[in-house]
T-cell receptor, first 115, second 109 residues
Framework: GAVVSQHPSWVICKSGTSVKIECRSL??????MFWYRQFPKQSLMLMAT?????????EQGVEKDKFLINHASLTLSTLTVTSAHPEDSSFYIC???????????FGQGTRLTVV | QKEVEQDPGPLSVPEGAIVSLNCTYS??????FMWYRQYSRKGPELLMY????GNKEDGRFTAQVDKSSKYISLFIRDSQPSDSATYLC?????????FGKGNQVVVIP
């Protein structure tokens, strides 16, 4: 099956620093990427949707200047958490879709801890 | 009304029982319906997906879709302790992917 590789799987950073999370589709063209955040014991919450070559569409309440999403190629999307704060500590996960394909494929997720 | 509604209440069942989960949705553009299973501290994994109204079976799992009522269900027969996880419904259409809140299921040996 299709594979989406998300890196890093976990990261600890200091408050005020920035963290970049990468999501790569290894064997298909990810025309659309979704970025989700999941707090403990809660469901996935959509942060933004990005189509290759276009600006991301952010969900209400998600700060686009804080969570920078880049989807410059059909195989790579990145999420950068800028000026991270402890409340940004969460599980971030990407999901990739290929146009015409019925299935969405998840990355392995990144556990971010901001100290 | 939210796009996808899934009652997140935890569900505990004895081993061997049938687990019944469901979601409702409001967006008529959704054409593909999926169920994901998520174990603690892991990413969701696709369990089943369906396109048309009706039933789809895969082993002990049955997915039902009723597009006219905008209602989908997942049934797990002969539940096992290894089925204990969070189950999320998901729907896709018009380049949009939406998830339910997820149901935590605990199968008690």
């Amino acid at each position: 099956g299709a594979v989406v590789s998300q890196h890093p799987s976990w990261v600890i950073c200091k408050s005020g620093t920035s963290v970049k999370i990468e999501c790569r589709s290894l064997d298909f063209q990810a025309t659309t990427m979704f970025w989700y955040r999941q707090f403990p014991k809660q469901s996935l919450m959509l942060m933004a949707t990005s189509n290759e070559g276009s600006k991301a569409t952010y969900e209400q309440g998600v700060e686009k200047d804080k969570f920078l999403i880049n989807h410059a190629s059909l195989t790579l999307s990145t999420l950068t958490v800028t000026s991270a704060h402890p409340e940004d500590s969460s599980f971030y996960i990407c999901t990739a879709m290929e146009t015409g394909n019925t299935e969405a494929f998840f990355g392995q997720g990144t556990r971010l801890t901001v100290v | 009304q939210k796009e996808v509604e899934q009652d997140p209440g935890p569900l505990s069942v004895p081993e061997g029982a049938i687990v019944s989960l469901n979601c409702t949705y409001s967006n008529s553009a959704f054409q593909y319906f999926m169920w994901y299973r998520q174990y603690s501290r892991k990413g969701p994994e696709l369990l089943m997906y369906t396109y048309s109204s009706g039933n789809k079976e895969d082993g002990r799992f049955t997915a039902q879709v009723d597009k006219s009522s905008k209602y989908i269900s997942l049934f797990i027969r002969d539940s096992q302790p290894s089925d204990s996880a969070t189950y999320l419904c998901a729907m896709k259409g018009n380049n949009r992917l939406a998830f339910g809140k997820g149901n935590q299921v605990v199968v008690i040996p």
